[in-house]
């Protein structure tokens, strides 16, 4: 491919979600001198992708789907604390000058699950906090390896097993004297091998525990987690062969010992899946060689989640536990979003399910003070634009336009030639368009576009046109980049389903990313926020504000937000409380095609029908107190914007009007799947095919392969090191690709 000779290398930037975002700010780095001239084009008025949110009416946050970051999330904390050191609010002016203003841990997480007597049994577990914040430098010593996930896993069996056995021994019930409960105790909570044991002594340990035959006692298998925890601390410690039958004969005891543990309590029997869904994760790394394949646990993604445990010994009640249909609600993983498909491959939900557990700094989930446009796609914004990153909004990407094959020249890579726009919209004046909103001296951004902002910006809005519907092509103008007078390289940074109607060119002649396309699924969602004139407590809520899944469709995940009314701008009185649902959305049986404009509102009226009888029908469960009966809705509780939620407003379903709910329809909005066999078919940031093109997203194969947050971030940083060698691989928290 062609370069221009002069400096700064100009660099097209398509899309601004997370992953967009990062690899803008890793290009223009202080320290880089100017070397990359960085312009982002993007689709409507605001950046944020599938984590954009805007302020509506009142000054309402209304978000795409619920947005909450988790304690792992290193790569993606690093970066937006150097945004906000950069940034450098002034504390006495923006409530939200420093990241820590931004975001509060949220140590609450619930599941719910079927009750022994019917009816939902809602568990409530507080997380204690993490060493350090996440974002802090790491130590020497990588949390993120498999043998320190497996130690850190015996530690937590270790830990059940004791309480369980600590609960059975003093049960009036099991009719066991209590001196012999206190002897038990005392010798399970021994260390027999000691803090950093030799392997002569771990190999003695092992030794005599399976020749003793002490392993049939619960102390005796208390004794051997101790044992197995000390082993995956130091593997190698162990010869493989009998590590492998070291673990099948603890397995084996501690499922005998589960089976005379009656679950007498909904707790009790919690604790019982949760062992039985370790044990067989501990197992099946040891049975399957996965700390010493250098593939790790990709070796197997080609396994279905639960197929994979079930191989391994886990319980279909364990299977189909709270604990483990929260994970896919979690993950949105469910094919076609038919609640009678889930899907998630194996190596990468266990990846999920170790680095969320036993990996977080500070607190496992950490909660924004406002939206995720306010938090995170504002201040990156703001540090971009001052580093002299262009921003083109209203521009829609038709084709990436490759050079034809027969003007290459011998050995040259294929490389974009063309990148074609529509023009949504044009700025009066020629001026460049002002995104952000003030709210409560915090910068945000609006829900809707600034027409006063846009030539004939009455007549498009009496129109209706919706920047953001891939079905609205309404445009004013077509405008195309040419690589070398306006771009030398190019990073695509749109979902993985718009591929098939950006990158025709590519897709048509480049088999793997056909494979891409086809293989690397996408689910629709649906999300609704109600705001709410009675405290949670009032409505029976008993527990801190949480964040739960696991629950009944079609809103299987909730999070109390409650705190998010302050940053609002309410008429007296403002509401009480807050809170947001979400969960996948079913696809039709045929697919929409792109004459069919009337789409995305069908959906949205599904949607809004779904939550009105998931509030008449299911809400009880969690909420006693808001509704007069199971089947009818308490709808005064809803607060309405535009009537200040007072009895002048209608107290039927129709007041439901007032809140927001959306379907995420879009291809841009469609949540990317882990699809177990799928995961070989995505293409790395790093893939150097076309001479001048990289990608980014969490669809892309950058380490953690599943939608999130953190794989946008790595994904973001490892399309800049395609570019600029910067950052350094190993400065990737948590990628590990060979």
Known sequence: MPLKDTKPIEVAIVGGGCAAMATAFELTR????????????????????????????????????????????????????????????????????????????????????????????????????????????????????????????????????????????????????????????????????????????????????????????????????????????????????????????????????????????????????????????????????????????????????????????????????????????????????????????AGQALRGSLRMFFTYRGSIFWKMRAGMGDVVFAPFYEVLKRRGVRFEFFHRLENVRLCDVSRLLPGERPYVEALEFDVQARIRGGREYQPLVTVKNVPCWPAQADFDQLEDGDGLRREGWDFESHWDRRHVAKRTLEVTRDFDFVVLGVSVGAIPHVCREIVARDERWRNMTTQVKTVASQACQIWLTEEMAALGWEEPPITLSSFVKPFDTWADMTHAIAEESWPEPPPEALAYFCNVLRDPEHPPDDADTDYPRRRAAEVKANAVRFLNHEIHHLWPGAVRQPGEFRWELLADADRTHDNASPADASRFDSQYWRANVNPTDRYVLALPGTLQYRISPLDNTYDNLTIAGDWTDCGFNEGCVEAAVMSGRLAAHAIAQTPALEDIIGYDHP
Not at 67 to 78: C, D, I, P, Q, S
Not at 166 to 182: H, I, M, N
Not at 283 to 309: H, K, Q, S, T
Request: with cysteine.
């Open 30 to 345: 202080p320290e880089l001198e100017g070397r990359y001239r960085v312009t982002v084009y993007q689709l409507g008025w605001r950046l944020g992708g599938k984590g954009a949110s805007g302020r509506g009416k009142a000054d309402r946050i209304e978000e795409h789907g619920l947005h909450v970051w988790l304690g792992f999330y290193e790569n993606a904390f690093r970066l937006l604390r150097q945004c906000y050191r950069e940034l450098d609010r002034d504390p006495a002016a923006c409530p939200l000058a420093d990241w820590r203003d931004a975001f509060f841990p949220d140590a609450h997480v619930g599941m719910a699950g079927a009750a022994r007597q019917g009816g939902w049994v809602l568990w409530s577990s507080f997380f204690p906090p993490g060493k350090g914040l996440p974002g802090d430098p790491l130590t020497a010593h990588n949390p993120f390896a498999l043998g320190s996930y497996l130690a850190r896993t015996a530690a937590l069996l270790r830990s059940l097993v004791l309480s369980l056995h600590t609960r059975r021994k003093f049960d009036p019930e099991q009719g066991v004297p209590l001196q012999e409960a206190e002897a038990d105790l005392a010798r399970a909570k021994s260390d027999k091998i000691g803090a950093v044991p030799s392997a002569d002594r771990i190999a003695e340990s092992v030794l005599r525990l399976l020749r003793g035959g002490l392993m049939t006692t619960a102390v005796g298998v208390i004794e051997a987690l101790a044992v197995l925890e000390a082993i995956l601390r130091s593997i190698g410690s162990c010869p493989r062969p009998l590590l492998l039958q070291f673990i099948e004969t603890l397995a084996g005891n501690l499922r005998l010992q589960l089976e005379g543990w009656v679950a007498t309590d909904d707790e009790t029997r919690c604790k019982l899946e949760i062992i039985d869904l370790v044990v067989a994760i501990v197992v099946g790394v040891i049975r399957f060689g996965l700390l010493w394949d250098p593939r790790g646990l990709d070796a197997i993604n080609d396994y279905e989640c639960r197929e994979w445990l079930r191989l391994n010994g886990a319980s279909e009640r364990s299977l189909n536990s709270s604990f483990v249909r929260g994970l896919y609600d979690l993950a949105l993983a469910y094919e076609d979003g038919d609640p009678e498909r889930p899907g998630l491959a």
